[in-house]
């Protein structure tokens, strides 16, 4: 794998998780006394790369049956519809 394409990867991945449930939640267990913060950053970065590897493994599985520009046009729908939803949810102020 080529420099250009990591940082690519790289990039994208960092930016989708900036602010997200999971960095929301990992600041809610770091801030708990009772926690360690190298005990939450461990777990959460297991729980990351647990969840990667699955995200890859499903990933390169589907690719051998599913054309991979198919599979990016219902990413992209995905995330159309989950963005109109926060969206409609906080216009009605739920």
Request: hydrophobic share 60%; proline share 0%.
């Amino acid at each position: 794998m080529d420099l250009k394409t990591t940082a690519a990867i790289f990039g994208t991945v960092f930016l989708a998780e900036l602010g997200d449930k999971t960095q929301l939640a990992t600041v809610l267990f770091a801030s708990n006394k009772q926690n360690t913060a190298l005990a939450v950053f461990f777990a959460a970065a297991a729980a990351l790369v647990a969840s990667t590897a699955i995200a890859v493994v499903a990933g390169s599985a589907l690719s051998n049956y599913v054309n991979t520009r198919h599979l990016s046009i219902v990413a992209g729908i995905g995330f159309i519809v989950i963005g109109a939803w926060t969206l409609w949810g906080a216009l009605r102020g739920s």
